[in-house]
Structures are given as structure tokens and as C-alpha cells.
């Protein structure tokens, strides 16, 4: 099955994505799609001499490449541009930058994952060169090796052995942009993010000739708060039934997230993470270090019972029971006591990261508590910056430009914008006054999708989205046991990103194959009880 092209665009040509060119680009004859679309444009052009120019602008490219994995080389096609978003009386409204990999010899019955990222703001470059795409950008064993320049490798752990999939960057973020005289603050909130990127993946099924292949969307952070939303939107609007869902570093109730006054859940739900970090740092006592796990089964316990009903208790809690208690949060955090009990017994993320290691004048990631970085004062409340986007910014951001322009072929003088502040601010129109809870919308999803299937993957590191607050989330669901065993979770010992991590990558990869080939497999209603 030819990839589909959106617009008339120039000759495309071959080009093998591997570490050597192999052979110059072959140009192609166009063929009768592109020439259709060539005679559908001619009309505009007489009447506006600059429209082919403009059309040229915008015009999708077409590259090949191949890529080595464990089951063998696997070929694929690359189709790279803007797919223009319009009202239904035609007027244009903006355009969606994307990136499509299709394996050749593939048809349509081939899965098809729809991927973005989150912010929300950002592109979906991490997802793209960080493990699903066929190139990725490699920082070392750990994710801390930064030497210049930085390295896009082969990623023989692509999910192209698995799904063809089209990466997605909404508006304003990467190449997208809203039309001229269009205010971008249309596409910038939570409803009108979902109806616009729901409006995406309905015109590219209609357009690439997927509507028989099974769908998968695929998010990351905010990304999974999108990919829950719009699994329910799809179903409701269009009728698009997913297959699946894979939520990356989820976060789906954002009550379990903010540190607001009046919110005690947070508290208890970071704490398993605060211990794995100390315990990272070597900030906890040899006995809880020897054996991490059971640990943190402790701590999970701890946190769901004693330490939840003394912040329930609140100032009735008597001094003994507050002093033995900051004691305990010490142990587990590798805090003072002293210091414990001044936040009245409530670790802010913000403190804890710059307390961790503050007597080294060291502070700690947010999106992945591995890394280090340093403040100009030591003394201070919070941290100046996240050391551990710092560190990945750069790679990712000067790869993802260099592979787009020379790899995949794509043109354009704009700044690709990695994670924008450009979005802000963000509406939660439909949320004012409550926290955010796309899990209602999974569940509702699920309940109508009887066949659905989700996979959430987290890091033990990630201060960002914690694993035990996701845990938390789907705990609240209520659904029945026969769609609960729809759902699979995952845990690798790194951070947001844990992909960075080699070993991560490679495990993470692992438990995606089974996800996707288990989903496929199974195709039975289950019977309610």
C-alpha cells in the first residue's frame, strides 16, 4: 500500500537512514495520486501565481530507509509535512507537522500507532528519537554521557516491528502552526487540543487508506492525559474504535499532582519515589538499601495507612505521634528530622529536590531524579532549573533539526519548537474549579471498548508523574474485573524518559512487543459478570 501524499510535491527520492549514505537520492515519477493532486491544485494556481509556491512550502516528503533489529532489516518509507486542518466549509484553520513510517510490503490490515508527547507544549520528538522511531538519539549507558556531537543511532528496538506509526505535533509545537489571521490560542487547551488532534487522526486515516488498520495511541505525560481524552473523543465522535492505548509516564488525575494547599494527596503518593531516589544518592541507612523492593513495598504501605491518616488528622495529631512520624519520613527520604518536621510533615517535590543534596550545594531532576545540577544559591527554596531536562534538551532538540532537514528531507525556516511555553496559557475551560481527570474519560472509553487494551509504563525515578500515583489512579477506575484485566503496567529504574537508559530501552521495548502482540491476538468481548 503507497503512502499517501497530501499535497502535490516535488520528486521523491531514496535515502537510506543508516549511519553512511549508500547511494545518492533516486528521484521517482510521480505517480497518479501526486498527479491528481497536482490537476486538483492547477485552478488555484492560475488564479493565484504565488499558490504553487506556497504549495511547494508545505509539501509532504517522501525518503526511504532500513533499519537492523533482532528479527532482521526491516525497510520502511518516511512521508514528512503538514496536513492542514479546515472547517467543514473549507476554511483553513491550521497546519499539523507529522512524521509517517510505513513498512514497505505492508497493507492495511498492518497496526497503525498514533504518537504524540505532552507538555503540555511539546513536540513528539521524544517518543520519535528517544525509542519508537528507527533512529534515536544515544547519551550513553545511563542517559549522562553529553559529549559532543551527539549521536543518532540505528534503534534496532523501533516499533516499527510492530506497528507502522505517525508522529504527531499539535499546534504551535514542532513545524505546527495556525493559519494566518487564525488565533492559535483556539488550539490551546484541553478540549480544543483533543478536537483538533482528533480531527487529525480522522483526515490522515481518510487520506492514508487506514481505517481498516488497527489503531494504537501512544502518549507521554500530558501526552497520556491527551491519549485517554481522545480514546473516549474518537469513539464518540467518529466512531474510531482503538485497539489500544500505551501511556508513557502517566498522568491522568492531577489531583494526584499538585502540591496545592488543602490537597494532602500528593504527600503520600511521591513519598515511594523520594525513598527510591535516597536511596540512588546513598542518602539511606544500609538496611532499607540491601533490598530496595521490599523496601518500597514499606514505604507504599506506610503511605497508604499510617502516614495518610496522621495528614488527615492535621493539627489533632498529638506531638509524640508527629515526632515519631517525621522520624519515620527522615528514614525513608534521607532527610533530617529537623528538617521533616518544619514542612509540617508535607515534602513539597520543589523542597525535596534541593534538600536531598543541598549540603553539596547539589540539586536533583524533577523528570528524572538521577541527575545533578547546581544553583547559584545553595540556600534557597527551589531549584533554579530541572537539570535532568537540561541535560536531554539539547541532544534532542539539535538531532531532531539535523535529522528532519537532511534525513527525512523536510525543509522549513521555522524553529521546531521542543517543549514551548508558546501554548500558554493552557485552558482547562471544561475543568475550572476541579482538578483535571481524563481517567473518568479512560474508563468510559474501556466500558464502551470492551476490547481495549492499555499499557502504562513508569519510572522509578520520575518525580514528574511517580509510578505510585499512577498506581493510585488506576486503582480509582471502578471498573470491573474482566476490563481491569485489560489494563498492564510496567516499572524501569530510571526517570520520565527512561528510555534514555539503555537497559530501559531495551526492556521497555520487550514489554511493548508483548503488549501489542497480546492485543492483537485477543479480540473477545468479555462477558460482563
Known sequence: MPIRLFRALALPCTLLLS???????????????????????????????????????????????????????????????????????????????????????GGPERPLTVSFNGGPGSSSVWLHLGIFGPRRVDLGAEGFDLARPYRLVPNAHTLLAHSDVVFVDPVTTGFSRAEEGVDASEFHGVEEDVNAVGQFVRLFLTRQERWSSPLFLAGESYGTTRAALLCHHLQERYGIYPSGLVLVSSILNFQTARFDTGNDLPYALFLPTYTALAAFHGRLDAELSADLDATLREVEEFARGEYSLALMRGAKLPPEQRAALASKLARYTGLSDEYVLSTGLRIQIQRFVKELRRAEGLTIGRLDGRYLGSDRDSAGENYEYDPSYAAIYGPYAMAMNDYVRRELGYQSDLPYEILTSRVQPWSYRGSQNVYLNAAESL?????????????????????????????????????????????????????????????????LADALARFYAETLASGRTPEPR
Open 443 to 507: 474508563r468510559a472509553a474501556m466500558s464502551r471498548n470492551r476490547t481495549l487494551k492499555v499499557h502504562v509504563a513508569s519510572g522509578l525515578h520520575d518525580l514528574a508523574t511517580p509510578y505510585f500515583a499512577t498506581e493510585y489512579t488506576f486503582d480509582h477506575l471502578n471498573l470491573p474485573p474482566e476490563l481491569a484485566g485489560n489494563i498492564s503496567h510496567s516499572l524501569y529504574a530510571a526517570g520520565h524518559m527512561m528510555y534514555v537508559k539503555r537497559s530501559c530501552l531495551a526492556e
Open 19 to 105: 549511519p553512511v549514505l549508500l547511494a545518492p537520492p533516486a528521484a521517482a515519477a510521480p505517480g497518479p495520486f501526486q498527479a491528481a493532486a497536482a490537476a486538483s491544485a492547477a485552478p488555484a494556481a492560475a488564479q493565484d501565481p504565488g499558490a504553487d509556491e506556497r504549495a511547494d512550502e508545505h509539501a509532504p516528503v517522501e525518503r526511504s530507509g532500513q533499519v537492523e533489529t533482532p528479527t532482521g532489516v526491516l525497510e520502511y518509507q518516511t512521508l514528512t509535512g503538514t496536513l492542514p486542518l479546515a472547517t467543514e466549509q473549507g476554511k483553513p484553520r491550521a497546519r499539523v507537522f507529522f512524521v509517517y513510517y510505513r513498512l514497505k510490503g
